[in-house]
């Protein structure tokens, strides 16, 4: 195996978009998630989202989640958003650390805010400026990257070409989204092949679901070209909003107990993790498909 990180920053994102796919939870219940996960180790926690309430009701107690909760110094927590207004929300509560998204497949970026790819871009650069003008950062999300729930496969052009774009316009790191679970290992190469070619110096973040088994195949063939930065999702939570009843985002402890054997550092303490996945379980009370909550960690033995 040729030579994999040292160490990777893992962004817990399962009190956002593991939620915000999932029944609605009290807001104590979010709170106690999110502090749940600031004491596993883990570096970076995407907490809320500030959108419409009617488009995601749940996530419209975002403000109240926020100022309820523990903020552990070690951890970088960071608010999703969709649109300039929701940008503003976020920095007037106090995150220094802004996502936004666009989706490279136009028709998907149509359904979810009504602009083409082009549009939302020509937005989100300024966006960026409003965020940096606050001194705080931007990161550009580029969601349906491996394929689109109405076009089908997104050509790695056009990913790349989204991605050149909002880098040009000022945005500080990207992240790629699997949002429909159609990446593969050799897919995953290509594009983040492509990316690097055309774009060397761009941090890059991963997020990859599972909806069709490869999740942690395609973080493995990412891991092998040196990405570094990863999504995960606690207990594996959020479903397919695609594929009712399917999983959607990679499990976390799933993910730490692969690359921990492998010599990949995550800082995340794995017990600590598989707790906090048990509590997801228990807040949105259905059973979530992480496989190592169900099985424990290879170390655990009988008795
Ligand atoms: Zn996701």
Redesign the pocket.
């Known amino acids: 195996m040729s030579d994999l990180p040292e160490r990777l920053s893992l962004r817990e994102?399962g009190p956002r978009?593991?939620l915000q796919?999932e029944d609605p939870v009290p807001t104590d219940a979010k709170v106690a998630l999110i502090d749940a996960l600031s004491g596993t180790g883990v570096g970076r926690i995407e907490a809320v989202s500030f959108v419409h309430p009617k488009a995601i009701p749940q996530m419209a107690d975002a403000d109240a989640v926020w100022s309820a909760v523990t903020r552990n110094p070690d951890v970088r927590y960071s608010a999703l958003v969709p649109n300039l207004r929701g940008a503003e929300r976020a920095l007037a509560a106090g995150f220094r650390e802004i996502e936004v998204v666009v989706s490279a497949s136009d028709t998907h970026n149509r359904k979810n805010i009504n602009r083409s790819t082009e549009e939302s871009l020509d937005d989100i650069a300024v966006l960026i400026e409003l965020v940096h003008g606050q001194g705080a950062t931007c990161q550009v999300v580029v969601a349906t990257a491996w394929g689109c729930p109405y076009e089908g496969d997104v050509p790695v052009e056009r990913v790349v070409g989204v991605a050149a774009r909002a880098l040009r316009d000022g945005a500080d790191g990207l992240s790629y989204?699997?949002?429909t679970g159609m990446a593969t290992p050799s897919r995953v190469t290509r594009l983040v092949g492509e990316t690097r070619s055309a774009l060397p110096d761009v941090p890059l973040n991963l997020?990859f679901?599972n909806t069709r088994g490869t999740g942690l195949a395609n973080v493995l063939a990412a891991l092998e070209l040196g990405v570094s930065d990863f999504?995960a999702?606690v207990g594996g939570l959020?479903g397919c909003p695609y594929a009712p009843g399917a999983s959607?985002?990679i499990a976390t402890e799933e993910l730490v107990h692969m690359v921990e054997d492998m010599g990949v550092a995550t800082g995340i303490d794995l017990e600590a993790m598989i707790g906090a996945a048990a509590e997801a379980e228990r807040i949105v009370g259905r059973t979530l498909p992480s496989q190592v909550l169900r099985a424990g960690p290879r170390t655990r033995t009988i008795g």
């Open positions: 994102v978009d593991g796919n989204g699997d949002t997020h679901h999504d999702s959020g959607g985002n």
